[in-house]
Protein backbone atom coordinates (compact mmCIF):
# COMPACT_ATOMS: atom_id res chain seq x y z
CA UNK A 1 0.00 0.00 0.00
CA UNK A 2 1.66 3.28 -1.02
CA UNK A 3 0.34 5.45 2.07
CA UNK A 4 1.15 9.24 2.95
CA UNK A 5 1.73 10.42 6.06
CA UNK A 6 0.52 14.08 7.05
CA UNK A 7 2.02 15.40 10.11
CA UNK A 8 1.55 18.73 12.03
CA UNK A 9 4.16 20.90 10.90
CA UNK A 10 5.13 22.56 14.71
CA UNK A 11 7.53 19.69 16.03
CA UNK A 12 9.76 17.42 14.78
CA UNK A 13 9.04 14.05 13.93
CA UNK A 14 9.69 12.20 17.11
CA UNK A 15 9.69 15.46 19.03
CA UNK A 16 12.93 15.97 20.91
CA UNK A 17 10.92 17.75 24.02
CA UNK A 18 6.83 17.88 23.85
CA UNK A 19 4.81 16.64 21.36
CA UNK A 20 2.37 13.77 21.83
CA UNK A 21 0.79 13.91 18.41
CA UNK A 22 4.61 13.76 16.57
CA UNK A 23 5.54 10.18 18.98
CA UNK A 24 2.44 8.58 17.52
CA UNK A 25 2.92 9.90 13.90
CA UNK A 26 6.66 8.64 14.57
CA UNK A 27 5.98 5.60 15.92
CA UNK A 28 2.91 4.86 12.82
CA UNK A 29 5.56 5.87 10.05
CA UNK A 30 8.27 3.19 10.88
CA UNK A 31 5.15 0.72 11.77
CA UNK A 32 3.70 0.89 8.50
CA UNK A 33 6.98 0.57 6.88
CA UNK A 34 8.33 -2.38 8.79
CA UNK A 35 5.46 -3.71 7.50
CA UNK A 36 6.03 -3.60 4.21
CA UNK A 37 4.13 -0.34 3.32
CA UNK A 38 5.55 2.53 0.91
CA UNK A 39 5.21 4.89 3.51
CA UNK A 40 5.99 9.04 2.57
CA UNK A 41 5.89 11.00 5.78
CA UNK A 42 5.22 15.04 5.18
CA UNK A 43 7.07 16.48 8.37
CA UNK A 44 9.33 19.44 8.83
CA UNK A 45 12.92 18.38 7.79
CA UNK A 46 14.40 17.67 11.07
CA UNK A 47 12.36 14.44 11.68
CA UNK A 48 14.12 11.00 11.35
CA UNK A 49 11.77 8.04 9.79
CA UNK A 50 12.20 5.24 8.36
CA UNK A 51 9.63 6.36 5.74
CA UNK A 52 10.97 8.12 3.01
CA UNK A 53 10.78 12.08 4.13
CA UNK A 54 9.37 15.16 1.90
CA UNK A 55 9.49 18.61 3.57
CA UNK A 56 8.84 22.50 3.17
CA UNK A 57 10.33 23.85 6.32
CA UNK A 58 14.09 22.23 6.67
CA UNK A 59 13.42 22.88 10.53
CA UNK A 60 10.39 22.76 12.30
CA UNK A 61 8.96 26.43 12.84
CA UNK A 62 7.56 25.50 16.76
CA UNK A 63 8.31 29.60 17.44
CA UNK A 64 5.56 30.17 14.48
CA UNK A 65 3.48 27.90 15.85
CA UNK A 66 -0.49 28.63 15.05
CA UNK A 67 0.74 30.57 11.42
CA UNK A 68 -2.11 29.34 9.03
CA UNK A 69 -0.11 30.30 6.29
CA UNK A 70 2.72 27.71 6.81
CA UNK A 71 0.31 25.05 7.96
CA UNK A 72 -1.63 25.20 4.97
CA UNK A 73 1.50 25.24 3.06
CA UNK A 74 2.56 21.99 4.65
CA UNK A 75 -0.74 20.25 3.70
CA UNK A 76 -0.62 21.87 0.22
CA UNK A 77 2.77 20.33 -0.54
CA UNK A 78 1.10 16.56 0.24
CA UNK A 79 -1.94 17.23 -1.49
CA UNK A 80 -0.37 17.95 -4.66
CA UNK A 81 0.79 14.43 -4.55
CA UNK A 82 -1.94 12.97 -4.12
CA UNK A 83 -2.26 10.94 -7.01
CA UNK A 84 1.07 8.91 -6.04
CA UNK A 85 -0.53 7.45 -3.05
CA UNK A 86 -3.47 4.90 -2.20
CA UNK A 87 -3.98 6.74 0.64
CA UNK A 88 -3.62 9.90 2.90
CA UNK A 89 -3.78 9.88 6.47
CA UNK A 90 -3.63 13.28 8.49
CA UNK A 91 -2.51 14.17 11.69
CA UNK A 92 -2.30 17.72 11.07
CA UNK A 93 -5.14 19.28 12.06
CA UNK A 94 -8.71 20.91 10.70
CA UNK A 95 -7.33 23.02 7.82
CA UNK A 96 -5.77 19.78 6.35
CA UNK A 97 -8.65 18.00 6.48
CA UNK A 98 -10.62 20.57 4.77
CA UNK A 99 -8.58 20.69 2.14
CA UNK A 100 -9.12 16.86 1.35
CA UNK A 101 -11.99 17.55 -0.52
CA UNK A 102 -9.95 18.98 -3.63
CA UNK A 103 -7.97 15.79 -3.86
CA UNK A 104 -9.85 12.49 -5.19
CA UNK A 105 -7.37 10.43 -3.36
CA UNK A 106 -9.19 8.61 -0.08
CA UNK A 107 -8.01 10.61 3.20
CA UNK A 108 -8.44 9.44 6.44
CA UNK A 109 -7.94 11.71 9.61
CA UNK A 110 -7.14 11.46 12.80
CA UNK A 111 -9.11 13.67 14.99
CA UNK A 112 -6.38 14.78 18.06
CA UNK A 113 -8.45 17.17 19.57
CA UNK A 114 -11.54 17.42 21.38
CA UNK A 115 -15.08 18.08 19.60
CA UNK A 116 -16.60 20.20 22.18
CA UNK A 117 -18.25 23.57 20.75
CA UNK A 118 -16.71 25.34 18.57
CA UNK A 119 -14.06 22.41 17.18
CA UNK A 120 -17.00 20.29 17.02
CA UNK A 121 -18.55 22.53 14.57
CA UNK A 122 -15.67 23.16 12.68
CA UNK A 123 -15.34 19.46 12.18
CA UNK A 124 -19.38 19.03 11.34
CA UNK A 125 -18.28 21.90 8.85
CA UNK A 126 -15.67 19.95 7.23
CA UNK A 127 -17.99 17.01 6.95
CA UNK A 128 -20.19 18.94 4.51
CA UNK A 129 -16.91 20.55 2.17
CA UNK A 130 -15.27 17.62 2.01
CA UNK A 131 -17.55 14.36 2.57
CA UNK A 132 -15.05 12.21 1.35
CA UNK A 133 -12.60 12.23 4.64
CA UNK A 134 -12.81 10.11 6.94
CA UNK A 135 -12.51 10.41 10.66
CA UNK A 136 -10.69 8.20 13.05
CA UNK A 137 -11.18 8.75 16.89
CA UNK A 138 -8.65 8.02 19.51
CA UNK A 139 -11.40 7.06 22.11
CA UNK A 140 -15.42 6.55 22.10
CA UNK A 141 -15.72 9.39 24.70
CA UNK A 142 -14.31 11.92 21.95
CA UNK A 143 -16.91 11.26 19.68
CA UNK A 144 -19.92 11.94 22.31
CA UNK A 145 -20.21 15.65 21.09
CA UNK A 146 -20.69 14.70 17.49
CA UNK A 147 -21.75 10.89 16.84
CA UNK A 148 -23.08 11.70 13.54
CA UNK A 149 -19.72 12.54 11.89
CA UNK A 150 -18.17 10.34 9.47
CA UNK A 151 -16.51 8.17 11.91
CA UNK A 152 -14.09 5.20 9.89
CA UNK A 153 -12.67 3.46 12.68
CA UNK A 154 -11.66 3.82 16.84
CA UNK A 155 -7.92 3.81 17.22
CA UNK A 156 -6.10 4.26 20.48
CA UNK A 157 -2.71 5.72 20.49
CA UNK A 158 0.11 3.44 21.38
CA UNK A 159 3.62 3.28 22.83
CA UNK A 160 6.96 1.83 21.71
CA UNK A 161 7.52 0.13 24.50
CA UNK A 162 11.29 -0.57 23.98
CA UNK A 163 12.22 2.80 24.71
CA UNK A 164 9.72 2.61 28.19
CA UNK A 165 11.69 0.63 30.53
CA UNK A 166 9.52 -0.39 33.33
CA UNK A 167 11.49 0.19 37.08
CA UNK A 168 9.64 -1.93 39.78
CA UNK A 169 11.16 -0.04 42.55
CA UNK A 170 8.65 2.76 43.64
CA UNK A 171 9.72 6.26 44.41
CA UNK A 172 8.43 8.94 47.26
CA UNK A 173 7.42 11.50 44.94
CA UNK A 174 3.97 12.64 42.73
CA UNK A 175 4.68 13.20 39.68
CA UNK A 176 2.54 15.81 37.09
CA UNK A 177 3.60 15.36 33.25
CA UNK A 178 1.81 18.29 30.79
CA UNK A 179 1.11 21.54 29.27
CA UNK A 180 1.19 24.58 31.83
CA UNK A 181 -3.07 24.86 31.14
CA UNK A 182 -5.98 25.18 33.35
CA UNK A 183 -7.68 22.22 31.80
CA UNK A 184 -4.73 20.00 32.48
CA UNK A 185 -4.28 20.56 35.96
CA UNK A 186 -1.06 21.43 37.71
CA UNK A 187 -2.64 23.61 40.16
CA UNK A 188 -4.54 20.63 41.37
CA UNK A 189 -1.55 18.33 41.43
CA UNK A 190 -0.17 20.89 43.62
CA UNK A 191 -3.10 20.81 46.38
CA UNK A 192 -2.88 17.15 45.93
CA UNK A 193 0.62 16.52 46.82
CA UNK A 194 0.24 19.65 49.61
CA UNK A 195 -2.69 17.83 51.04
CA UNK A 196 -0.88 14.46 51.32
CA UNK A 197 2.07 15.78 52.19
CA UNK A 198 4.65 14.29 49.35
CA UNK A 199 6.85 15.87 47.17
CA UNK A 200 5.94 16.71 43.50
CA UNK A 201 7.73 17.38 40.21
CA UNK A 202 6.15 19.31 37.59
CA UNK A 203 7.19 18.43 34.07
CA UNK A 204 5.54 20.35 30.82
CA UNK A 205 5.45 23.38 28.21
CA UNK A 206 5.33 26.61 28.69
CA UNK A 207 6.02 28.33 25.56
CA UNK A 208 2.95 30.45 25.16
CA UNK A 209 1.72 33.64 26.75
CA UNK A 210 -1.48 31.99 28.12
CA UNK A 211 0.85 28.71 29.22
CA UNK A 212 2.89 31.49 30.80
CA UNK A 213 0.64 33.49 32.49
CA UNK A 214 -1.34 30.14 34.21
CA UNK A 215 2.13 29.05 35.27
CA UNK A 216 2.96 32.31 37.04
CA UNK A 217 -0.51 33.29 38.94
CA UNK A 218 -1.19 29.64 39.76
CA UNK A 219 1.87 27.19 40.05
CA UNK A 220 4.50 29.57 40.60
CA UNK A 221 3.78 30.81 44.28
CA UNK A 222 4.03 27.15 45.34
CA UNK A 223 7.14 26.09 43.90
CA UNK A 224 9.68 24.95 46.87
CA UNK A 225 13.05 23.03 46.54
CA UNK A 226 12.12 19.44 47.74
CA UNK A 227 8.72 19.87 48.08
CA UNK A 228 7.18 21.04 44.31
CA UNK A 229 9.37 21.70 41.98
CA UNK A 230 9.11 22.72 38.39
CA UNK A 231 11.46 20.59 36.00
CA UNK A 232 10.93 22.19 32.43
CA UNK A 233 10.17 20.80 29.58
CA UNK A 234 11.82 17.45 29.36
CA UNK A 235 13.54 14.96 26.78
CA UNK A 236 12.07 12.07 26.13
CA UNK A 237 15.15 10.07 28.45
CA UNK A 238 14.17 12.52 31.57
CA UNK A 239 10.83 11.87 30.95
CA UNK A 240 10.82 7.61 31.17
CA UNK A 241 13.53 8.42 34.24
CA UNK A 242 10.87 10.67 36.06
CA UNK A 243 8.36 8.39 35.32
CA UNK A 244 10.19 5.39 36.38
CA UNK A 245 11.05 6.60 39.97
CA UNK A 246 7.94 8.16 40.76
CA UNK A 247 5.14 7.08 43.40
CA UNK A 248 2.21 7.68 40.92
CA UNK A 249 1.64 10.20 38.43
CA UNK A 250 -1.36 12.35 39.04
CA UNK A 251 -3.78 13.05 35.84
CA UNK A 252 -6.24 15.80 37.40
CA UNK A 253 -7.49 16.43 33.89
CA UNK A 254 -11.08 18.64 33.90
CA UNK A 255 -11.93 18.82 29.90
CA UNK A 256 -13.17 15.90 28.10
CA UNK A 257 -9.33 14.60 27.29
CA UNK A 258 -9.16 12.85 23.91
CA UNK A 259 -6.77 10.14 24.55
CA UNK A 260 -4.07 11.48 27.45
CA UNK A 261 -0.57 9.45 25.99
CA UNK A 262 0.64 10.82 29.43
CA UNK A 263 -1.61 7.51 31.31
CA UNK A 264 0.13 4.88 28.99
CA UNK A 265 3.49 6.75 29.47
CA UNK A 266 3.39 5.80 33.18
CA UNK A 267 1.52 2.64 33.00
CA UNK A 268 4.27 1.43 30.66
CA UNK A 269 6.97 2.52 33.40
CA UNK A 270 5.41 0.75 35.67
CA UNK A 271 3.96 3.61 37.95
CA UNK A 272 0.19 4.00 38.36
CA UNK A 273 -2.27 6.86 37.62
CA UNK A 274 -4.67 8.49 39.58
CA UNK A 275 -7.13 10.25 37.52
CA UNK A 276 -10.64 12.54 37.89
CA UNK A 277 -13.27 10.40 35.21
CA UNK A 278 -13.23 12.88 32.88
CA UNK A 279 -13.18 11.77 28.92
CA UNK A 280 -10.88 9.33 28.04
CA UNK A 281 -10.04 8.25 31.41
CA UNK A 282 -12.52 5.14 32.06
CA UNK A 283 -11.89 3.79 28.47
CA UNK A 284 -7.46 4.40 29.25
CA UNK A 285 -7.20 2.92 32.79
CA UNK A 286 -8.43 -0.40 34.01
CA UNK A 287 -9.98 0.72 37.35
CA UNK A 288 -8.15 -1.38 40.25
CA UNK A 289 -5.24 -2.27 37.63
CA UNK A 290 -3.52 0.42 35.96
CA UNK A 291 -4.40 3.45 38.22
CA UNK A 292 -6.85 4.64 40.32
CA UNK A 293 -10.62 7.05 38.91
CA UNK A 294 -11.83 9.65 41.17
CA UNK A 295 -14.64 12.02 40.27
CA UNK A 296 -13.28 14.62 41.97
CA UNK A 297 -9.24 15.78 42.15
CA UNK A 298 -9.65 16.25 45.97
CA UNK A 299 -10.04 12.50 46.09
CA UNK A 300 -7.15 12.04 45.28
CA UNK A 301 -4.72 12.16 48.12
CA UNK A 302 -6.51 9.85 50.30
CA UNK A 303 -6.54 6.74 47.06
CA UNK A 304 -2.72 7.18 47.37
CA UNK A 305 -2.71 3.90 49.08
CA UNK A 306 -4.57 2.17 46.79
CA UNK A 307 -2.63 3.60 43.87
CA UNK A 308 0.46 1.90 45.94
CA UNK A 309 -0.69 -1.84 45.75
CA UNK A 310 -0.97 -1.99 42.49
CA UNK A 311 1.55 -4.07 40.78
CA UNK A 312 4.06 -2.44 38.54
CA UNK A 313 4.83 -5.57 36.52
CA UNK A 314 0.63 -6.25 35.75
CA UNK A 315 1.46 -2.33 34.82
CA UNK A 316 3.58 -2.94 32.55
CA UNK A 317 1.78 -6.18 31.25
CA UNK A 318 -1.87 -4.45 30.76
CA UNK A 319 -0.45 -1.50 28.91
CA UNK A 320 1.76 -3.69 26.40
CA UNK A 321 -1.44 -5.70 26.06
CA UNK A 322 -3.65 -2.88 24.56
CA UNK A 323 -1.70 0.29 23.47
CA UNK A 324 1.38 -1.86 21.70
CA UNK A 325 2.82 -0.74 18.19
CA UNK A 326 1.30 -3.61 16.41
CA UNK A 327 -2.00 -2.81 17.36
CA UNK A 328 -2.34 0.38 16.36
CA UNK A 329 -0.56 -0.42 13.05
CA UNK A 330 -3.50 -3.10 12.49
CA UNK A 331 -5.67 -1.06 13.28
CA UNK A 332 -4.60 1.84 10.62
CA UNK A 333 -4.42 -0.57 7.91
CA UNK A 334 -7.74 -1.64 8.48
CA UNK A 335 -9.12 1.91 8.38
CA UNK A 336 -6.87 2.42 5.08
CA UNK A 337 -8.52 -0.60 3.30
CA UNK A 338 -12.02 0.56 4.31
CA UNK A 339 -11.55 4.38 3.32
CA UNK A 340 -10.18 3.00 -0.14
CA UNK A 341 -13.24 0.74 -0.34
Not at 183 to 192: F, T
Not at 203 to 213: L, V, W
Not at 309 to 318: E, F, G, S
Request: charged letters at 25%; a negative charge; aromatic letters at 8%.
Amino acid sequence: MKIALLAPVWFPVPPTGYGGIEWVVSLLADGLADAGHDVTLFASGDSRTKAELSFVYEIAPSAEIGRSQLEIRHALACFERAAEFDVIHDHSGPPAAALAGAVATPTVHTVHGPLLGEPGDLYAQIARVAPRTRLVSLSLNQRAPHPELPWLANVPNALDFSVYPAEPQRGDYLLFLGRMSPEKGAHRAVAVALEAGVPLKIAGKRREPAEQQYFHELVEPHLREGRIEYVGEVTHAEKVELLQNARATLFPIDWDEPFGLVMIESMACGTPVIATRRGSVPEVIEEGRTGVIVDDYAEMAAVLKAADALDPADLRNAAEERFSRERMVDAYVDAYAAAMR
